[in-house]
């Protein structure tokens, strides 16, 4: 078991920066690959960037590369997105997700196994 505790959402501008953090305890978290999700309003669940538990292994969704980037610490279980250059459409409640398939990184939300209570970020135009 894991529990996954996610902070840093709030109210930017667009062209602004947010970096969302999300703490992990109760577990060995350096054996989970950890995901990034979103749901705005209306719309389903959607990818954004995973990271496979070594940090080799990094994938992310179209509409954020090269203004996303995810890291991970495992020495103090926490998994980053700093988000730069952030637009109106990336308004979203943020999940963090982890999978125990810890070297594959995944963008299917059914692949993860345990999940944060979300974060929302609202970036205004």
């Known amino acids: 078991q894991v529990q996954l505790v996610e902070s840093g959402g709030g109210l930017v501008q667009a062209g602004g920066s947010l970096r969302l953090s999300c703490a992990a305890s109760?577990?060995?978290?350096?054996?989970?690959?950890m995901g990034w999700f979103r749901q705005a309003p209306g719309k389903e669940r959607a990818f954004v960037a995973a990271i496979s538990w070594s940090s080799r292994r990094i994938y992310y969704t179209d509409s954020v590369k090269g203004r996303f980037t995810i890291s991970r610490d495992n020495a103090k279980n926490t998994v980053l997105l700093q988000m730069n250059s952030l637009k109106p459409e990336d308004t979203a409640v943020y999940y963090c997700?982890?999978?125990?398939?810890?070297?594959?990184?995944?963008?299917?939300?059914?692949?993860?196994?345990?999940w944060g209570q979300g974060t929302q970020v609202t970036v205004s135009s």
């Open positions: 997700a982890a999978d125990t398939n810890y070297e594959f990184v995944s963008s299917h939300a059914y692949e993860y196994d345990y």
């Open positions: 109760g577990s060995s978290f350096t054996k989970y690959a």
